[in-house]
């Protein structure tokens, strides 16, 4: 072995003037066949170099990557391992035994090796000064670890990544990006538009007479004219213009920065011109044409949503118009806006007067049939106007910054009341009570607080109360994010992301999130299994929460056949319609009872 003509070596140096040389020679012989061993065991390969650059000793790991045999007068690392005449700097490779002598230091570089199979490895090598009792270099220590395996994985977590990140992101049949995506580059359009002083536009187009394909031919010949008309757009817009698919026969298109109002007709005259020309389907020359809603950065809005909101009702006046035809947002004080009035003058009152309540959804396992959740539902009674929906109020509560004192209410008359099922026994022991979190709530420093004494105050043990925070509030702030759900998460409360697949999180972020649960929008349930775009965000999603060992849970389900496609792909845990509407607390109980009785 390398190793005993080391240690001959080093015999042949030490000055022993006793007659018990030899038994503290068999000692040394013994001590060295006893490490070579120990160092043969090791699973990554060691070497040792001395100052002149010779490998004095390796383990078996070691051996196994050697070059080719060399006789011992050759035995440089750059020769043993690689086959080289001169050392690696000279080969375009980092040399790690030159920056330990020039440095002192540790330090690592990475080698690629082909292997005597012919397989390509990538090695880490870490290099260490070997020094003497005199604190003297004497010579290097170098392992290599294989790190060919750990880097596919990475790539292939990449890749991943990535795609998740197109499927939520962009549309599948057009590659085009989808509503979501919008929205982002309408943000971006409207920064750009404030910095120049200028106007951008939002037009979203509508097919006309989309339906007739539909029903005259079959899903497949409404998808190829839905992707030779997202073809048109794009051909036919300028490099800065921004084309999405909004979803079914609709587009949205971002405008560039303009100064001149009429900029806006022009794009828009462009797109009626592109679809007046036939579309080619089974040898049939269809005309369809097209409607197109505007509006203006910053006449008819100075947010995405305003801006979303005022295209759509501007493209609702082109269809009645009879399409064929582009209209611009005008701003007419209507009902709609006389009702928000309304609603907001009566909504700081409402929750001092306890016009609010709260309705119960069940959250049901398909497996077993029984309940394993329910998600709390504010809803806000009205002496007189009635039963008011939260798409209504909530946003009001949003902006008027009441939705912390609103969210504080839903959190404890939710956990006072699923105790009080507790305690009567009738509900399920494991059963959990699911609220929502809002944004601004979540932004509160004493979140924690707050929760950990609501739950003392109601006695609701920690495990059974699940929070529901929006990918988008996650990812607002990341780094925030991670510290206040790790402190709820040691409380005990369970984490639950809602709309997943609606954000813009990645798998680097989402990973270091302490979750239990990812809840699939509904947005994706309601099309499937026909829309092969949800269908495989649906998957990815579920096989993404499979992959990280959380719960997945889908909202919105009211089919027979969604219900039948999500038990196949594995999601078990569902809410929606098909099973039960939220209802009441006194309704609710009623319905579980049902649920629990063997009749059913």
């Known amino acids: 072995m390398l190793f005993d003509r080391w240690y001959r070596s080093l015999i042949a140096r030490w000055p022993l003037r006793t007659n018990k040389q030899p038994s503290i020679c068999n000692a040394w012989r013994r001590q060295g066949a006893f490490l070579q061993h120990v160092i043969d065991g090791i699973e990554d390969p060691i070497l040792v170099i001395d100052l002149e650059q010779q490998v004095q000793t390796m383990n078996r790991a070691a051996r196994e990557l050697v070059a080719k045999p060399k006789t011992p007068k050759t035995l440089a690392c750059y020769q043993l391992l690689y086959g080289y005449d001169q050392p690696c700097d000279a080969n375009h490779m980092p040399c790690p035994y030159q920056q330990v002598l020039t440095t002192e230091q540790s330090c690592k570089v990475l080698h690629k090796l082909t292997a005597p199979d012919g397989s390509e490895h990538t090695y880490e090598i870490a290099a260490s000064p070997l020094r003497n009792d005199a604190n003297q270099i004497i010579g290097v220590i170098e392992t290599r670890r294989d790190i060919t395996t750990h880097l596919s994985l990475a790539e292939e977590l990449r890749a991943s990544e990535l795609n998740i990140l197109r499927l939520s992101q ?105 679809f007046e020309t036939p579309f080619e389907l089974h040898e049939h020359r269809i005309v369809l044409g097209a409607s197109v809603g505007i509006s203006l950065y910053p006449m008819h809005g100075t947010g995405t949503d305003d801006l979303l909101r005022n295209a759509d009702a501007a493209l609702y006046q082109a269809k009645n118009q009879g399409g064929k035809n582009y209209q611009y947002y005008t701003e007419d004080l209507t009902t709609k806006s006389i009702d928000r009035v309304l609603l907001e003058s009566n909504l700081h009152r409402a929750l001092e007067q306890g016009e609010f309540v709260l309705h119960y959804q069940p959250q049901l396992d398909l497996l077993s049939n029984a ?230």
């Open 170 to 274: 962009y549309d599948l049949l057009t590659s085009l990006p989808n509503r979501l995506l919008f929205a982002d580059r309408i943000s971006q359009a409207i920064e750009c538009a404030r910095e120049q002083e200028a106007m951008v536009a939002v037009l979203i187009v509508d097919i006309d007479d989309f339906k007739y394909i539909n029903d005259s031919f079959d899903h497949n010949d409404g998808d190829q004219i839905i992707k030779d008309a997202a073809k048109r757009l794009q051909d036919y817009l300028e490099a800065q213009e921004t084309v999405a698919r909004l979803g079914g026969d609709e587009f949205g298109i971002i405008s560039a920065p303009f100064h001149e109002i009429e900029q806006a007709a022009l794009i828009a005259r462009r797109i009626l011109h592109r």
């Open 371 to 600: 309940l394993s959740g329910l998600e709390a539902l504010v809803r806000w009674q009205h002496p007189q106007m009635g039963m008011i929906s939260p798409l209504r109020f909530i946003p009001l509560a949003e902006e008027s910054g009441m939705i912390t004192e609103l969210g504080a209410w839903v959190l404890r008359e939710a956990c006072r009341q699923m105790q009080t099922w507790r305690s009567n026994e009738q509900f399920p022991p494991t059963a959990t009570m699911s609220v929502n979190v809002s944004a601004r709530q979540f932004d509160r420093t004493n979140l924690t607080d707050t929760v950990q004494q609501i739950l003392t105050d109601t006695g609701l043990p920690a495990e059974l109360l699940e929070l529901e925070i929006t990918e988008s509030t996650v990812m607002r702030s990341p780094e925030g994010s991670v510290q206040i759900l790790h402190q709820l998460r040691e409380l005990g409360i369970r984490i639950s992301i809602d709309d997943f697949g609606t954000g813009y999180s990645s798998l680097s972020h989402l990973k270091r999130l302490p979750l239990t649960k990812l809840k699939i929008d509904r947005s994706f349930v309601s099309d499937i299994p026909a829309d092969v775009n949800d269908v495989a965000i649906t998957r990815a999603i579920i096989a993404l929460a499979r992959n990280l060992s959380l719960e997945v849970l889908a909202e919105g389900v009211e089919t027979l056949e969604q219900k039948n496609f999500l038990l196949r792909e594995g999601c078990h845990t569902v809410q929606g319609f098909l099973f039960a509407k939220p209802m009441p607390a006194a309704e609710c109980e009623q319905y579980i009872r049902g649920l629990n009785s063997p009749a059913a």
